[in-house]
């Protein structure tokens, strides 16, 4: 690996960087310098490729990149071979791109990235999701090249890379020390400022020395000067943005509010006269970086719990080649190779079986326990797992089209959904211009009337406006609802969830994992004549314990019997051995018979029934089943209690799903359902205007989950589901999710007096400031008192 010790040489090509050039690339997590746009172009592209390895094996510098335009830093993105990772061709001959965006912060810069792509003619798509801080953006390729799109992103002020789980997780780390770091200096700058900001009000009231009185203005203009220049960057940022749009968003009378009082305060520090603002100004940045910091990490650990296509599949697979098997990458795989399978491996491709067999593991496609037994001939699809056997396949198709992508994609499609709008959101607009308005027609008057008290007046009014009790309103609830329901043994991962619970109608409960415990358990035992029960069970553990199946947990608490000789595993059907000179198996009816002649057929009888038998005769039949979890049945009729619809959504075929329902008193019920049919059942629900809460805990849940107008994903559920997921169950009960449609309702009222109280005040405050009888330090104390009102309103949810 090559090394160097002089910091300015370009980390791609070597050469010195000019004087006065600052180009970075991100490689290995750090900064790397680059000495011109072209190497800074082909270096982003190797890293955005997911290939940063590239600089550590490679054993000499590379050539310098040909100039590049600055405007042309994405044109090879243009290039399909370049960007096939990240871009597909849809059935319409249009493509589809996902990329990461850096720099977005709230629900305003969904808005105006969509909004400025759809603009163009040649976009036809464009959706943000703000959890994942990524964009999927359809167009016509022919029409509008990729790295105008690239360009069009940079220039909006976001910083767009290639669609990459490993980058986005990188570029939200970053982006969340960058937020702590401003509302930490944000913190620290209003407790030193507020001490000068008591100091100076006090002065005001009894009087102070015009030497003290402007020393402590000179130091707060300095101290807040940082504020308003690195921790309030990003209103002022988003409120421009917004603003070139004609958006009116909440940013804007912020930066309005912070802008006009530090040029007023600054003005006043330089004259020695008038109010300064200082500490309302650090106090306000502070308070609303603070709500944002605790926003972006819920978004944090959304992602972060986020897979892709690659991170389910095996990193290498064995091809054969010629007359052996060589390792591979698996994303090198194509249609037409033949793969080795071994037994506890994840298949790498979709394929067919060419010779022998065993039994694969589709919990991620069907959410069912049982292993599906297979032989030559049959299809294994990518990202199952091979539980017992093993044997070669050929691929069928590359990743793209395999199942699992299929999967993935219904996926992206079903978190297409638009994010539920606040109430504060529905009010915002109005309320933004109606202030613009008002401290406009009130600077107007105050002009005309009496000017030297225009600029203090207006600032007044935008003062004890600032809607920092309508920005807090909403959140404020929202976080101490969520503490409690934390507490209760719910973690809300979205807070979009508790608005979402109020408008639903109907609960959807997957079967196993959700509503049992998704694990197999004895449930009755019969002995044959002759037999016992405890030499039965012995006899079957230690045969169980020779196979990988899950069965084999059901008697993982049985003393297994000893001498077992000749064990002979057949694949996804039994097991045989020998044991004191006799011939014994256990599994399906149809394979012990083959060892027991004339074996009788099953007990009519609710379970999953297999046979121990000796070729002298049965020993004992076995029923297994995935028992209910231990309040189930009283969570169902507390929802059934609340008006609620309850269903059960099961994808396993058997009857079992009607005998869990009619146990718990749910009439609702649809069984074998595959993932597209149940996301088709939740469209169909939701077109005909119910909305539907999902309860799951498989891959196979998750598109789903994603439908869903809200999803809950029980403690046990896969990653891609609690992803999905606006509330995840802590413990194993399922007693919160009654407390959660509790909570919104009251969150709702609380909410509901929060936004009342902000408008009332604002609805008298503000004519009273117009008037100019509130000055100005009394308008920051009815802000902050107005805040803080709102805050321990809240705090009662707890």
């Known amino acids: 690996m090559l090394k160097r010790t002089d910091s300015e040489h370009c980390y791609h090509c070597g050469e010195l960087v000019p004087p006065g050039t600052h180009l970075t690339v991100e490689i290995g997590g750090e900064p790397r310098p680059m000495c011109c746009p072209g190497c800074q172009a082909v270096a982003r592209l190797i890293a955005g490729s997911g290939l940063d390895s590239f600089y550590r094996l490679r054993t000499e ?68 999701n703000l959890s994942q801080q990524s964009l999927v953006v359809e167009f016509n390729r022919e029409q509008l090249p990729l790295s105008e799109i690239f360009q069009q992103l940079l220039a909006l002020g976001y910083d767009p890379h290639p669609w990459q789980l490993s980058q986005g997780a990188r570029l939200i780390e970053t982006e969340q020390r960058a937020a702590l770091r401003e509302l930490a200096v944000a913190g620290l700058a209003m407790m030193q400022v507020g001490m000068f900001g008591i100091a100076l009000h006090a002065g005001d009231i009894q009087g102070i020395a015009l030497e003290y009185r402007g020393l402590m203005r000179w130091v707060s203009l300095l101290i807040a000067s940082v504020v308003v220049f690195y921790s309030a960057r990003s209103f002022f940022h988003n409120a421009w943005n917004n603003l070139r749009f004609g958006r009116l968003v909440m940013d804007l009378p912020v930066a309005l509010a912070i802008g006009l009082a530090y040029i007023a305060s600054a003005w006043a520090t330089l004259q020695n006269s008038g109010e300064v603002y200082f500490d309302s100004i650090a106090m306000f940045t502070f308070f609303l970086l603070l709500g944002r910091y605790m926003e972006r990490q819920v978004r944090r650990r959304e992602f972060l719990r986020q897979t892709d296509l690659q991170s389910l599949l095996p990193v290498a697979s064995l ?64 990202g199952t797992v091979l539980r017992e056997g093993g044997g070669s396949m050929r691929v069928a198709c590359d990743a793209a089209g395999s199942r699992l992508a299929t999967m993935l994609g219904m996926l992206t499609r079903a978190g297409d959904k638009p994010t539920l709008a606040r109430l504060a959101d529905r009010v915002a607009a109005r309320f933004v211009g109606a202030v613009l308005v008002i401290a406009a027609l009130v600077a107007a008057y105050w002009i005309q009337v009496d000017a030297t008290r225009a600029l203090w007046i207006t600032l007044s009014v935008l003062v004890v406006s600032c809607p920092c009790a309508l920005a807090l309103a909403t959140p404020a609830a929202l976080t101490a609802a969520t503490a409690h329901l934390r507490r209760r043994g719910l973690l809300l991962v979205g807070e979009d ?41 012995a006899i079957a553990a230690a045969l169980e314990q020779q196979g990988r199946h899950p069965i084999a947990q059901a008697f993982a608490d049985i003393t297994a019997a000893t001498g077992l000789r000749e064990v002979e595993v057949v694949a996804g059907r039994g097991i045989r051995a020998s044991l004191d000179g006799r011939r014994i198996a256990i599994g399906s009816p149809a394979f012990v018979s083959e060892t027991c002649p004339g074996l009788p057929a099953p007990p009519q009888a609710p379970g999953h029934w297999i046979a121990l038998a000796a070729d002298s005769g049965l020993l004992a039949w076995f029923a297994l089943d995935d028992s209910p979890r231990s309040d189930a049945e009283a969570t169902v009729a507390a929802l059934q209690g609340r008006g609620l619809a309850v269903e059960l959504l099961s994808g396993d075929p058997s009857n079992a799903g009607r005998e869990l329902a009619q146990q718990l008193g749910i009439d609702a019920v649809r069984i074998g359902a595959s993932p597209k049919d149940k996301l088709e059942h939740i469209h169909s629900l939701q077109a005909a205007g119910t909305p539907v809460a999902m309860v799951g805990d498989g891959l196979n849940d998750a598109p789903v989950l994603a439908a869903a107008d809200c999803a809950f994903a029980v403690n046990q559920a896969t990653d891609l589901a609690k992803s999905q997921a606006d509330a995840i169950l802590l413990g194993q009960s399922l007693g919160p999710l009654d407390d959660a449609f509790a909570m919104a309702v009251r969150c709702r009222k609380i909410i509901r007096q929060n936004m009342s109280w902000a408008l009332a005040y604002n609805g008298l405050a503000v004519p009273l400031a117009a008037a100019g009888w509130v000055p100005p330090w009394a308008a920051a104390v009815g802000m902050s008192a107005s805040s803080l009102l709102v805050v321990l309103n809240s705090l009662r949810l707890k």
Not at 350 to 372: C, I, M, N, S
Not at 500 to 527: A, N, S
């Open 61 to 128: 510098l590379n050539e310098t990149a040909p100039p590049l335009p600055q405007e042309n830093l994405y044109l090879a993105y243009d290039n399909p071979e370049n960007c096939a990772d990240f871009v597909s061709a849809l059935d319409n001959g249009e493509h589809r791109a996902q990329l990461l965006l850096g720099g977005i912060s709230c629900a305003a810069c969904t808005w105006l990235i969509e909004k400025a792509l759809l603009a163009n003619p040649a976009v036809s798509g464009a959706n943000v």
């Open 497 to 537: 969830s508790l608005e979402g619970l109020l408008r639903c109608q109907r609960v959807i409960f997957d079967k196993t994992g959700t509503l049992t415990h998704g694990e197999l358990r004895r449930r009755e035992t019969r002995v044959a004549e002759g037999s016992t029960e405890e030499e039965a069970l």
């Open 319 to 382: 091809r054969r080649e010629g007359d052996s098997w060589a390792t591979v990458p698996t994303r090198s795989i194509r249609s037409g190779d033949v793969l080795l399978l071994r037994a506890g491996e994840t298949i790498p491709a979709d394929g067919v079986l060419l010779d022998g067999g065993g039994a694969v593991d589709e919990a991620a496609f069907t959410g069912e326990h049982l292993p599906r037994s297979i032989g030559p001939g049959e299809q294994v699809s990518a």
